[in-house]
């Protein structure tokens, strides 16, 4: 079946059900989007492009900004990052601090809140906030082949206003001496990062590399080495969906990365990359829908690594 | 390169590592063993076998039995068992209690021992427990085609002296109404499965199923359908290695399932299973020398999922 | 005023919030106790007793007990005993298995249940679990003054059957090596001491020394010394309420401790003790109109130690 | 015995332990304290003073000032205090986070960090932190009848610039909504409360209002009700000493609050007021000499409350 056909009808099959579940309301600017929204996007690795919905309206990626700041990271410090963040599940919501303490600072992984603080606060090294902010947008520009791809000023502006417990992990671990730069500035380029408004279309583009080694298929370029694309796509798969990772990976099982502006991304190495935006979320904070949606997406193709 | 040579690199590799890490100590019976031990194996869709060093020799599986008590329970009952047990890696140790007050007695996931447990007393329903673990051993024996499987009574005999922890844990599930029977009996089929005894080519034998669908590509028989071969995979991948899970995807990228006698049980699907024995353990409580074997393995013959 | 119509005072007062609270109900005999009685005694320094409602009818003293084998205990083994428990409160529930996980099977006082097993353990020194039950109940009755207290076998039976998460406390403690006995042992002396039965009047008496220095008023005979009389009255003021222990403190002002079967005692230093039984409990385990007594009864005579 | 023979009798005993335990660095300005000073007071309810070794040298009275910050804010908004803060001991650390994210935000008490924080949020209501900063100093002055009290600015610079976990906890209550005012203003009253600098004489004195129902019994003004007094002083009894509070009630059986700086006021009811001050802290963060001296007094003296 094509792939435009399975699109078609997952957006059908799940037109009753939008709506279902809580637009994340802790950021004042995201409470405001509408619920019902629905967008889905698949990119192979031939460089076919299937969508449905509103795949080419930009949403605020938020957290699926992780993975591309991970990579970035990792460019830049290598398998130096490990010493200051782990790479296991977390067993906690996304924003616990809890572990923190037990831990003396060192975040679980990259893809929490407290992980990717830190992973911006690598990428601050030698440079101002908004040379690394730029350095962010500019690579997501170049995987996802769009110089159109922006910061939602609004959003970055009520994140920063609002953003108490992201603070409050940036200071914890300033205390523990794992944060380099003042908390600030690391939390600046993090409220920054999560406010880049990309659409369903875009997102599947820019994470095409995770679903073919770290390459870009269609123009060839490489953006990681082989072995970095599967151990980011390892960490996605245990921890990309904060303590709902496990569910994800046992209904799916895609690598995948969820934001709480309802989005998700997942790739399916060999095959392609997918995405998917719907803004209202489960208990666990990841897209309601939206995981629905990548579950019945694998069911119709078998696209499941397992 | 033939999977044969492949092995024997490893096993020359790995062999000045020999005895690195701890043996677990807490089970007298298993203290015993020689931490230099070491084994593996490899099985082929097509039912091709490799092994190297002790590959033959039997070793207490431990923990890997979790896997196969789970296709049993799963069989039973189905997804009623999610009710009792989650699926969510546990960011804790493989005996963590403390998960269990906060969640009110349901285990985060099937492959720790709180899990097990429960998994231990959904197969004793309407059963006396000789029974069911004379079920599991058949399954065994059936699944790895050899009848001389056996339960090393000596060993399941130390850990029913010994094992306070999960007698700890087995009573407070209870006190929770989440074990049906006494605990006693649910912990007499726990530390029996955990005293049987294979080899890594039985062991790598009996896992083939996970990497074909859920189908015995040698025999041809069926033992769990495709979505539930894929799912307890997904469950090995997030959950399987206590809270090293993360750390073995992110090195190997398989999904597998490790045992405090020193196994680890990996399948690769699509293409086979793999098993290795090394008794002694990295802090985490996973085998040292087998965690790295598996990530050579991996590296020399490219058999990552992601 | 007299101390008699201060009783019979406070008796008026609480009668129309009498069954307020919920009786335990995880001890199956304890839940068929009327939630409504109501019993009140004071003992003086100088011998007078006071005494309102249901005050001579036996209720099982449950925690109350821990007092008691908390002073045999140091009689035993002197402060070698704060090697296997702390002196500190423990910041959750009675029966909370979190803490020991943390503090590798050292529970936080010897008030709470993890700590009275130990306690109970090391009664047992020696003897066989029959003769230890029966030191404590030769201690109260001393005590008390009084040979009639009695074990209730039926509510020992029922918290034998039904104790499983003392079990879990003791088997956790078992697996760190802080039990030297087999668990069910300790738990047998641990659950005989809860079910002992004894009256407001009797309790009070028998509490006497703790509000003397050490020293039985009025038979003249020394109990405990000076130093650790203190020492018992000051854990009872910081741990002797559970996670209720800062209110009672807050509110009444005397070192006291709780049972669930709804008693409190309370020491005043210089003056007497007193005792209550009322059997619905609050949210932290401590009977409910009990409390509000002993808060009463300390606002009407000012007999605070603050 | 005369107090100031007692005081000089401790003063001697514990000379040779001076310095033993570890001054504060985590507040650089701290960390300059020579680690051997000692000094201690006593104040009795007839207005005697006795006072040893550097006890008319100013000190940071750090957390000590939570104790009085507490009144001021019982005296502005009552019983509606504590339903934003505890009153249990925390069974933590004093700075500890991890309590507050099990619930939510709410302080298990004002004596830890995080419940002081929530004071000068209160006390805040309607002014400007310089206001609030001034009635505190202005209370300071009025309770030790002395106008040379004042803040060392350096230390209140030296916290600003490194209290990071302080800042942490700050944004985590208020992401719970249970502060008020921004995390920044409240940690500005907080940081200047603790840079307060008073000798132990001082100290004392200001302190002696708690051992004599709430009076001075110098001057004969009210300063809180007795109820209140005693309410102060239990939670002094139960969290004055973070961690270690069931130890200091058991070694020393008076309410006390300690604070980084190595200070330790303490109240003996009906008798009167102590206060010593020795830098280096044991591992709970309270003053190791400190505590002992109180130990030695109360043993010396008998003015335990038990």
Redesign the interface.
Known sequence: MALQTTLDEIAAELAPRLGEGKVAD?IPELAKVDPRKFGMAVVTLDGETAATGEALEPFSIQSVSKVFTLALALGRVGDGLWSRV???????AFN???????EKGVP??PLINAGAIVVADVLLAGRQPREAIGEILRFMRFLADDEDIVIDRDVAKSETETG??N??????M??FGNLVHA?DLALGVYFHQCAIAMSCVQLARAGLFLADGGRDPVTGRNVVSRER???I???M???GHY?????F???V?L?GKSGVGGGILAAA?GRGALAVWSPALNAKGNSLVGSLAMELFV?KTGW???
């Open positions: 802790y782990g790479r296991e599940p977390s067993g906690s616990s601090i809890v572990q923190l303490e037990y679980r992984n108490f417990r603070r409050a992990l940036a200071n914890f300033r205390g908390p694309a599967r151990r796509a390892a960490l798969m245990t921890c303590d709902g990772s496990g569910d990976a046992f209904r099982g690598p190495p069911r499941s690594v397992f």
